[in-house]
């Protein structure tokens, strides 16, 4: 067997469907842009106005920061590869990109536990809402997402950099990404099978157990807003939370899909796909989501145009 500790991954990507790159291309290209004006439009409104110092709103400007650059990680050398040619990247790049993405990804399931949980207090128990989710817990949530993030990536990037990967280097995919660098680590070496199951577990629980988190808030949330009497008391509870979870199907669903299968089962062709909906599209999705039907955010987006309309008329 032909084993590789350096050299070049060849990254296929959609080279094989060259009809279908021109439209990729350009649906990449909208996405990263809307991704990074929507993200960044959210976390200008977010610290400018006083009206949105809230835990929401809070953690909403760290995942407008995780998915800026969850996309930043990816969306450039896809672009790169749309090309035509298949994108040659070196171990070290590649590397690094799963570095990143895995630690923006796993950062980003965190966060929206964290949020879910915010979105019960606040429906659950909105008189102790204040005490419950003081800013000091807040900034421990979001430091936890983060760190966590980190060192979950840390640890199954190390443990892949570590085992030996066998000739060619070649991925049907757009990103490194982890199952389908670990179709190419040889076979037969001894402790493999080990290392990859506990790679496996800890996917699983950065997946699993966020979403059990969110299950349960949500799971609180509904049967609150069961028993509610009155109409409009339910129907600002859904507006509350209908938002988040419908960020949250959409990120967790395509994820999980490609994390918690075996690796001998991950299809690269299929998989690039469901890839290319949760690293490119949700992310580009979600201030959408967060402000078309949220009147806080219209509401600060209206004062802020007006602020800056007053500073050009006194200029």
Known sequence: ?????????????????????????????????????????????????????????????????????????????????????????????????????????????????????????????????????????????????????????AAQTALLAARPLCAPLRLDHFICELPALLQLTCAGVRGAHSVESQMLAARVIVLLLPSAVILASYGAVGRVVWNMRSREGRRKAVGTCGSHLTAVCLFYGSASYTYLQPTHSYNQGRGKFVSLFYTVLTPALNPLIYTLRNKEVKGAARRLQKSLGRRQDRQ
């Open 1 to 153: 067997v032909n084993r590789s500790t350096g050299g070049c991954f060849l990254l296929l990507g959609f080279s094989d469907r060259p009809s279908l790159q021109p439209i990729l291309f350009l649906l990449v290209l909208l996405c990263y842009l809307l991704t990074l004006a929507g993200n960044s439009a959210l976390v200008l409104l977010a610290v400018r106005d006083p009206r949105l110092h809230s835990p929401m709103y809070y953690f909403l400007c760290h995942l407008a920061v995780v998915d800026a650059g969850f996309t930043t990680s990816v969306a450039p050398p896809l672009l790169a590869g749309l090309h035509g040619a298949a994108l040659r990247l070196p171990r070290g790049g590649c590397l690094a990109q799963l570095l990143a993405s895995l630690a923006l990804g796993s950062a980003e399931c965190v966060l929206l536990a964290a949020m879910a949980l915010d979105r019960a207090a606040a429906v659950c128990r909105p008189l102790r809402y204040s005490r419950l989710c003081s800013p000091r817990l807040c900034r421990a949530l979001a430091a936890a997402s983060w760190l966590g993030g980190l060192a979950n990536s």
